[in-house]
């Protein structure tokens, strides 16, 4: 499994970006899939997820304005991100479990939970 990211950038505050995941060795209908992110001093945090019947979640701070989809054709993992603040500056990071659902147990998976990550792409908003 390889994930590598991309579409970091700066923007101002109010601006939008889309991010990509190049998912390889990874087949949707058989992994759970996430985007991730931390900001510096800050521990990794849960921004959205998506996995094989394409449910999603979106944590509290971003709903509404950020949404998660995959392209199964490119095998591609996306993140649109409209009206970005400075709060959400971070590295943004890809990445996927060998699950069909993104939770077990009645509890969804935590960071640790997932195996594969790619790289990182830096998103910085400005005010």
């Known amino acids: 499994v390889q994930l590598v990211e991309s579409g970091g950038g700066s923007v101002q505050s109010g601006g939008s970006l889309r991010l990509s995941c190049a998912a390889s060795?990874?087949?949707?209908?058989?992994?759970?899939m996430g985007w991730f992110r931390q900001a510096p001093g800050k521990e990794r945090e849960g921004v959205a997820t998506i996995d094989s019947d394409a449910f999603t979640t979106y944590a509290d701070s971003v709903k509404g304005r950020f949404t998660i989809s995959q392209d199964k054709s490119k095998n591609l993992l996306n993140l649109q991100m409209n009206s970005l603040k400075p709060e959400d500056t971070a590295m943004y990071y890809c990445?996927?479990?060998?699950?069909?659902?993104?939770?077990?147990?009645?509890?969804?998976?935590?960071?640790?939970?997932?195996?594969?990550w790619g790289q990182g792409t830096q998103v910085t908003v400005s005010s």
């Open positions: 060795g990874v087949t949707f209908s058989r992994f759970c």
């Open positions: 990445a996927a479990v060998q699950s069909r659902y993104c939770w077990s147990g009645g509890r969804f998976y935590t960071v640790d939970r997932y195996d594969y």
